[in-house]
């Protein structure tokens, strides 16, 4: 049975639009994930401001309170019939994150085992057929074949098969 | 440059010892390392003192105080000059020590860098061309060559090249 890696943050996880609400609630701005096309929110946001960004994705309630990306829990269901599937998050740039992720996985997805969940930093470290993951950075450290899913950041990123949603990740593995 | 995985209770964290201590003090006994030739703690103390044990395993100051095995912190230094260093841990299983594992390596390895870092279930997920651990179950789903470090529970257990202590993982990596 083949391998999948599912990345948490911005592919099952929607971060962004937290990010965008808390910053925009800080500094009364209106910034849209349209605004951040190519780019990510730190290259956006001026300096001076990224303390705050930073402060907010550190609080104890950040990563706890984000919304499910649409039918990744339908698909994610449907592909543990085929495949292996492990969550795998680089929860290691963020400690805070820890129990938040913990928490959240156990209440949206009950249906992935804790042993198929792994927190890391540098995703080169995955043994597995396929990693589906918005960040590049990632996909390229990762050995099996990297899916980009889609984000504002990686607009412009080629080099791998992509995906904007969930449908797209559902046919592409279960066609 | 090739990889090592290191588990960190039992191998680089003296679990056992501290395990034992609070056992000990919880019902007045005096088991020792030597007792448990071949057995987990689990398996030579009576049912309804599991959870105990587990109790104690799970408390917010249980990884956090471990002692750190002798020579592990010069061994794992010299073996970054010459291998990738992961630290692999399966703290899925036991989600209140994530941020004492976490403090702890920070603590007593602060050469490791927290991208070198993992919490994971299944070891079976690591990419990496050997695994020190002393827990068979792990190093029979790693797919690179396991190396067992010697434990008491692990005494019987054969079919894996066996360390006994961090001067013959310098020998056998380094020698």
């Excluded at 808390?22 to 401001?49: C, M, P």
């Excluded at 249906?111 to 057929?129: E, N």
């Excluded at 899916?147 to 990123?157: D, G, K, R, T, W």
């Amino acid at each position: 049975m083949k391998r999948i890696c599912v990345d948490m943050d911005e592919v099952i996880a929607d971060a962004l639009t937290e990010h965008l609400a808390r910053y925009n609630e800080h500094f009364g701005e209106q910034i849209t994930a349209e605004d951040l096309h190519g780019k990510w929110i730190w290259d956006v946001v001026s300096t001076d401001r990224h303390s705050v960004v930073d402060r907010h994705m550190r609080s104890e309630d950040f990563f706890e309170v984000l919304t499910v990306m649409p039918e990744s829990q339908r698909v994610l269901r449907r592909l543990q019939m085929n495949y292996e599937v492990f969550i795998a998050t680089a929860a290691m740039e963020v400690p805070t994150s820890f129990n938040q992720k913990y928490r959240w996985l156990a209440k949206h997805f009950p249906f992935i085992p804790s042993s198929h969940i792994v927190y890391c930093g540098d995703k080169g470290i995955l043994r597995a057929d396929y990693l589906i993951d918005d960040n590049p950075r990632q996909l390229r450290r990762f050995q099996g074949e990297g899916i980009l899913y889609s984000s504002p950041h990686n607009a412009n990123v080629t080099g791998y098969r992509r995906v904007k949603d969930w449908l797209e990740v559902e046919e592409l593995f279960l066609g």
